[in-house]
């Protein structure tokens, strides 16, 4: 099956942006609905941002709307997740996930993202 790698968190002052990768290391990435998931300090896992197979389609919670963008480079293997005007309730481990039909079963480690103020 797929294993993922989140790549690019990081220390990012408050308004400022990151770009987040996750790379699959097993083909066909193309049939997998992709998703990122973050879990702050205390608190539980929470969806961010899903994008469908082929790029087309894409999900975002409420608190990301308008500032957080996820696309996807089939061809890479790659799931992207470009994060703007970053807040600091964003501070987060954020975590890359696949799924075939309807569960999350593949998971990254994660990466870390911290925003000051």
């Known amino acids: 099956q797929v294993q993922l790698v989140e790549s690019g968190g990081g220390l990012v002052q408050a308004g400022g942006s990151l770009r987040l990768s996750c790379a699959a290391s097993i083909r066909p990435f193309s049939i997998y609905t992709m998703a990122w998931f973050r879990q702050g300090p205390g608190k539980e896992r929470e969806f961010v941002a899903s994008i469908s197979r082929s790029g087309g389609t894409t999900g975002y919670a409420d608190s990301v709307k308008g500032r957080f963008t996820t696309s996807r480079d089939n061809a890479k293997k790659t799931v992207y997740l470009q994060m703007n005007s970053l807040k600091p309730e964003d501070t987060a481990v954020y975590y890359c996930?696949?799924?075939?039909?309807?569960?999350?079963?593949?998971w990254g480690q994660g990466t870390q993202v911290t925003v000051s103020s």
């Open positions: 996930a696949a799924k075939l039909t309807d569960t999350y079963d593949s």
